[in-house]
Nanobody, 125 residues
């Protein structure tokens, strides 16, 4: 059974940093795309960043470019989202999602078959 488990959320002040982890398990060949989404209260879920584990290529939404960085540890089947220079508007529940489909739209939620339980990130001003 495929599973995604997130960790690393918390509360920080503006300008601070957090690192989120997404541990994947149960894949025979691994996911083709892993993405992070976030959802703030009263708002739609939005894509934040994505990575293709086989190649390591990454994709970011404009508002986090230069502040957020994706990386991976293939031995641990884990994807990391390093978040620096955090802003209050980054406050949200963050979800990791994965798909075995190579082609598609990075931040289309319907394209991801498996989701983690979410981890809360709160940034205070």
């Amino acid at each position: 059974q495929v599973q995604l488990v997130e960790s690393g959320g918390g509360s920080v002040q503006a300008g601070g940093s957090l690192r989120l982890s997404c541990a994947t398990s149960g894949y025979t060949n691994g996911p083709e795309r892993v993405a992070w989404f976030r959802q703030a209260p009263g708002k739609e879920r939005e894509g934040v960043a994505g990575i293709r584990p086989p190649s390591g290529s990454t994709y970011y939404r404009d508002s986090v470019k230069g502040r957020f960085t994706l990386s991976q540890d293939n031995a641990k089947n884990t994807v990391y989202l390093q978040m620096n220079s955090l802003k209050p508007e980054d406050t949200a529940m963050y979800y990791c999602a994965a798909t075995t489909v190579y082609a598609g739209t990075w931040f289309a939620t319907s394209e991801y078959e498996v989701w983690g339980q979410g981890t809360q990130v709160t940034v205070s001003s």
